[in-house]
């Protein structure tokens, strides 16, 4: 089946409503979808003349079924809608070192320095810990606190 797409503004914000042809419709505002299923057959309707759609010549139509009426707006020339600036186009971020111990990340209009945090503690001399061939398949490994012993894995052990 074929896709049928409607865009509608309603009170200023548009709304678009995609037949997708498989008994389900999508209403999107640009941000959010919902996709609504066809529900099952209701008694019959009346003859059809129950809704009218009347065009108010002045860019918006009225919908109304004899008991609900909503105005709905073309869109056309429409306050809201108009293009926004474009972004920065991200390589416009600079990172400088200070030579200080500080960097600043700029973006043209804010700099931020952020200091070089403190030292880690000093570790061991990387010879305290030792790794023993124990000669039976398994290996003791102590760092003069704690003591483990590993297996080679040879024949699944």
Request: charged share 20%; aromatic share 0%; proline share 0%.
């Amino acid at each position: 089946m074929e896709q049928t797409e409607l865009m509608v503004c309603i009170d200023g914000a548009s709304v678009t409503v995609t037949d997708n042809g498989d008994g389900t419709v999508t209403v999107s505002d640009g941000t959010t979808d919902v996709i609504i299923s066809k529900g099952a057959d209701g008694a019959d309707g009346v003859d059809g003349t129950s809704v009218t759609v009347t065009d108010n010549g002045d860019g918006t139509s009225t919908i109304s079924d004899g008991t609900t009426t909503i105005i709905v707006s073309d869109g056309k020339d429409g306050v809201d809608g108009t293009n926004g600036t474009d972004g920065i186009d991200g390589a416009s971020v600079t990172v400088t070192d200070n030579g200080d111990g500080t960097v600043t990340v700029s973006d043209g209009t804010t700099d931020v320095i952020i200091s070089k945090g403190a030292d880690g503690a000093d570790g061991v001399d990387g010879t305290s810990v030792t790794v023993t061939d124990n000669g039976d398949g398994t290996s003791t490994i102590s760092d003069g606190t704690t003591t483990v012993v590993v297996s080679d894995g040879k024949d699944g052990v």
